[in-house]
C-alpha cells in the first residue's frame, strides 16, 4: 500500500479486508445487475456504471461464502483502463494502516479465496488479480489498534473522503 491509505470493508459480515485507495475509484450502493450466461460463481452479473458496462464481483463468493453475498456496498475499482465492481457486504471508511501495522503484517486477501477461484480468476482477468492480490485481509488486533489509533490525534491518522456515488 504505497500511501498507507486503505479503503476498509467487508466481503461478508464477519470478514474484514483493506484495498489501497488508489485502486478505489468509488463506492455506490448496489445498481441493476443483469446475470451474465457462463460466468464463474464469483461474477454476480454486469451493469451499467457511469455510462460503461462494469462486471461486479461478489467478493464474498469468492472467498468461498455460499451463494451470492447480500451486497450493501459496491466498490468500483481501477483495473487497467476499465472499472470493476466488487459486491461487498459492508464500506468502512478509509484508514492510514501504516499507523499501527507493518504491511506485511497483514495477510493476502486471496488466501482465503474459494478453491479454484484465484486459477479461474487468473485465466479470465490477470489485470484485476493483480489489483486483488494488493487486498489484505484485517485481523481483530489490526482493527483494534486502528479504533485506538483513531482516537489520539498525535498519531497522524488520517480521513480521506473517497467519492460516494449516492
Known amino acids: 500500500m504505497t500511501s ?4 476498509l470493508f467487508r466481503p461478508q459480515p464477519a470478514t474484514l479486508a483493506a ?3 488508489e485502486h478505489v475509484l468509488e463506492t455506490m450502493r448496489p445498481l441493476p445487475c443483469e446475470p451474465v450466461a457462463g460466468a ?7 451493469a451499467v456504471i457511469r455510462g460503461y ?3 461486479i464481483v461478489d467478493v464474498g463468493t469468492l472467498l468461498g461464502a455460499p451463494g451470492h453475498t447480500q451486497a450493501a456496498r459496491w466498490i468500483s475499482i481501477k483495473v487497467a483502463a ?3 465492481a466488487l459486491a461487498v457486504a459492508e464500506v468502512i471508511g478509509v484508514r492510514r494502516l501504516a499507523d499501527v ?5 497483514m495477510p493476502p ?3 482465503s479465496a474459494a478453491h479454484g477461484a484465484v486459477s479461474s480468476l487468473s485465466v479470465l482477468d490477470g489485470e484485476l488479480l493483480v489489483v486483488l492480490e494488493a487486498a489484505r485481509l484485517v485481523s481483530d488486533e489490526v482493527w483494534t489498534a486502528l479504533g485506538e489509533a483513531r482516537s489520539k ?6 480521513e480521506v473522503e473517497v467519492r460516494d456515488g449516492r
Open 4 to 7: 498507507g491509505l486503505a479503503l
Open 19 to 21: 484495498l489501497p485507495v
Open 40 to 46: 464463474p460463481s464469483f461474477v454476480a452479473g454486469a
Open 53 to 55: 458496462p462494469t462486471p
Open 82 to 84: 476499465r472499472a470493476v
Open 101 to 105: 501495522c507493518a504491511e506485511g503484517a
Open 109 to 111: 486477501l486471496l488466501t
Open 153 to 158: 490525534p498525535e498519531s497522524g491518522g488520517a
